[in-house]
């Protein structure tokens, strides 16, 4: 296992890049830490494949360099970087059992008979493979083919990192959550350091211990689910985690009170003075509905989602989403919506500000 370090990389595919939308990844510098469960996340085009493909050596940045530990790897093909990868679609072997498939990668490397029976046996189980281990690959699923795959990306216990492109896009609905269990279970497990892809908050959110959110070829925060929820470092994070994401108003900051449109709301820390294009964010869960202070809101939809409701609302012609829980009720006149102070962050020019506890 190893720690990848990134420093100052950035890449283009053009030859000659101009201005910074030629960059497909901006200027990075960031430290991952050995044998952590990281995912990454964004939209489509964000440039999280071509992050991955230089970490796995697929591609050579167009600057910076990228060590494993303390080698640097920039330069080293992916044959000689030592990592394991998982793609979209599976990559087996049809011809070969399923245990045959899965020792391949032990096989190779001439690990001894025993090792190689005792690791096939452990990974098996943990993915639930264990009673199919004498039937051909041919004839199977995608979902159990997919299976083997990890399993065979997670076999060899001496690779510096495990890397996940979208593994889970061709594994059926009920499937994918149970997969998930299974590779966190396995990174419990065995303690690789793990990359991997995805466009999905929930994959993201209950396969890693850190989320590194992407946006538009930048890392916008590095993060413990929890860290992403109560503090985005960045609106984007507010917006794509979150269902519905964090609301966000215009405001004026005057120390530990924000002015939206007029009206004071209580910040929970102080802050000096805050330029540029200010914003306060609240998440849905931290609004709640009065009928004494706050800002006035009409109710336009309920939408009702089992254990909460959510209500589409607008406040001065602008929309925000209330998240009510059970009991809670709406006031049947002149409705207002309250923020949690705790819980209101502050946005310049779409990064957050810290404030001094108040
Ligand atoms: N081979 C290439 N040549 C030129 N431009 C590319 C190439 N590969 C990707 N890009 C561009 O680089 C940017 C980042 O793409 P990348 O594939 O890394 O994003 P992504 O987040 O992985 O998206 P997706 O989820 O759709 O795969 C996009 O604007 C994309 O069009």
Known sequence: MARITLQNLAHSYLRSPRDPADWALKEMTHTWTDGEAYALLGASGCGKSTLLNIISGLLQPSQGRIFFDDRDVTDAPTAERNIAQVFQFPVVYDTMTVHDNLAFPLKNRGRSAAQIAARVQKVAQMIGLEDMLQRKARGLGADMKQKISLGRGMVREDVN????????????????????????????EFGHTMIYVTHDQTEALTFADKVVVMHDGRVVQIGTPQDLFERPAHTFVGYFIGSPGMNLMPARIEGDRAIVDGVALPLGARYGAVSGRVEIGIRPEFATLTDADGLPVRIRRIEDVGRHRILRAECFGREINIIQREGESIPAEGPRVAFDPAHVNVYADDWRVEGEAA
């Open 161 to 188: 990192a495990l890397l996940f492109d979208e593994p889970l896009t061709v594994i059926d609905p009920h499937m994918k959550w149970e997969l998930r269990t299974q590779l966190k279970g396995l990174h419990r």
